[in-house]
């Protein structure tokens, strides 16, 4: 056992290492060896990385790193839980199904619609605030596990479809936290209301 520990550091050492190397400004940290959060703006550790190293990365931060592709070798970090690809302009499409991802966050990347049912289908929170979102979107049921959806900072249209999508997700449970603004009309327009 202790031998095995012994080898997992001096691998753990390794990786830090060709990281440094490879880019300076990354940040690396692995608890008790085994679960590593890497921050950084390329996809470059993908190719320096074993199949048994992607393994131990749980939390990879890439915000504000220009990325509109993610890597289609992303999809060998199966333990990845949490994803930060914030401010970048990704196309959700290249976004691998990540079974194990249980954080996605997409604000700010310029998204004018979102196709959920083609996100990693185990997410509980999703972050889409801050993008250009005109319409709340209609299949958020096909994520079975979803707990918190930020939509804050979206050019919501507030029409009736809208409206009535939005109080079905609050009544669903979903937090929703800080509530969206209307682009147009000004004000919400509640069905209770009496608008739609
Ligand atoms: C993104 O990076 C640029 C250049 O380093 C910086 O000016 C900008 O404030 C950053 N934006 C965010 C949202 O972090
Ligand atoms: C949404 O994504 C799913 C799964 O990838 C696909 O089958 C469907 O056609 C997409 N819908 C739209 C409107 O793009």
Redesign the pocket.
């Known amino acids: 056992m202790a031998l095995s520990m012994d080898k997992m550091w001096k691998e753990f050492i390794l990786v830090c290492a060709v990281l440094d190397a490879v880019f300076g400004a990354s940040l690396f940290h692995c608890h008790e060896g085994s679960t590593c959060h890497l921050e950084t703006t390329s996809f470059e550790f993908l190719s320096k990385f074993t199949q048994k190293q992607y393994r131990t990365i749980v939390s990879l931060t890439m ?2 790193a220009s990325i509109n592709k993610v890597d289609p070798k992303l999809k060998y970090l199966k333990n990845l839980q949490y994803l930060d690809l914030s ?1 970048n302009n990704v196309q959700i499409s290249s976004i691998p199904s990540l079974t194990n991802l249980k954080i996605l966050r997409l604000n ?1 990347n310029n998204l004018k619609f979102i196709n959920l049912t083609a996100l990693p289908q185990n997410i509980e929170t999703l972050d889409i605030s801050h993008n250009l979102l005109g319409q709340i979107p209609r299949d958020w049921r096909s994520l079975k596990s979803l707990k918190t959806l930020h939509l804050f900072k979206n050019p919501v249209d507030c029409d009736c479809n809208n409206v009535l999508n939005y109080e079905r997700l609050i009544k669903s449970g979903i937090v929703v936290p800080e509530s969206i603004t209307c682009h147009s009309p000004k004000k919400i327009c509640w069905k209770r209301h009496r608008c739609c």
């Open positions: 915000s504000n401010h700010g």
